[in-house]
């Protein structure tokens, strides 16, 4: 277990519609990352929040969109679904400062657009 | 930014054999490398990590290899077993900038 909880585990939901996936990351990490990983797809990296705020953002489409709150949980929302968005949503958190830089995991959110 | 080539995308070796997985970066400001280990239906996680400032870490069967001149990194697994079988992802990360990058990942199949 890495500490890190996502929810929904999965989703499935229509084309155009809109969801939310939600992360709590590890007691103490700071920062908050979210990957989309599909079919036989390595780790996409789409944006990073580090104590509230956006640090660094990767092929994040317009359509989706994420924020952290103050008790660091993060929300990633994804609207006016596609078909290509059926997706496995990973997040993870790091303990900024460390020296490793290590990433810790949820086990992700299965997010099939039918 | 930081791109991360892995290879390969597949390997399939025989129980008790060795197992080799490439990658190669592009940002010299990278400084921390990490392997993860994804087992069907969980996230990844990290396996063994080295940085910039090692050329070599081992851990039991699996060590990793750094060679920063031709920014290339490997991961070598010894005496494979059938629960290595997994999908293996390399990254590259510049600890003061934030994202990790990472390869489109290595699938191993272990044959008992």
């Known amino acids: 277990d890495s500490g890190v909880t996502q929810t929904p585990k999965h989703l499935i939901t229509a084309t155009g519609q809109r969801v939310t996936l939600r992360c709590s990351p590890r007691?103490?990490?700071?920062?908050v990352y979210w990957y989309q990983q599909s079919l036989d797809q390595g780790l996409q990296f789409l944006i990073q929040?580090?104590?509230?705020?956006?640090?660094a953002k990767g092929n994040i489409l317009e359509r989706f969109s994420a924020q952290q709150f103050p008790d660091l949980h993060s929300e990633l929302n994804l609207s006016s679904l596609e078909l290509g968005d059926s997706a496995l949503y990973f997040c993870?958190?790091?303990?900024?400062?460390?020296?490793?830089?290590?990433?810790?995991f949820g086990e992700g959110s299965r997010l099939t657009v039918l | 930014g930081e791109n991360v080539e892995q290879h390969p995308s597949t390997l399939s070796v025989q129980e008790g054999d060795s197992a080799v997985i490439k990658c190669t970066y592009s940002?010299?400001?990278?400084?921390?490398f990490p392997w993860y280990k994804q087992e069907l239906g969980k996230g990844p996680q990290l396996i063994i990590d080295?940085?910039?400032?090692?050329g070599e870490k081992k851990d039991q069967r699996i060590a990793v290899t750094l060679n920063k001149t031709a920014k290339h990194f490997s991961l070598h697994i010894t005496e494979t077993q059938p629960e290595d079988s997994a999908v293996y992802f390399c990254?590259?990360?510049?600890?003061?900038?934030?994202?990790?990058?990472f390869g489109d990942g290595t699938t191993l199949t272990v044959k008992p």
């Open positions: 993870a958190s790091s303990v900024e400062g460390s020296n490793t830089g290590e990433l810790f």
């Open positions: 007691s103490g990490d700071l920062s």
């Open positions: 929040y580090y104590n509230g705020e956006e640090r």
């Open positions: 940002d010299s400001a990278s400084n921390y």
């Open positions: 080295i940085r910039s400032n090692v």
């Open positions: 990254a590259g990360r510049d600890t003061n900038a934030g994202k990790s990058t």
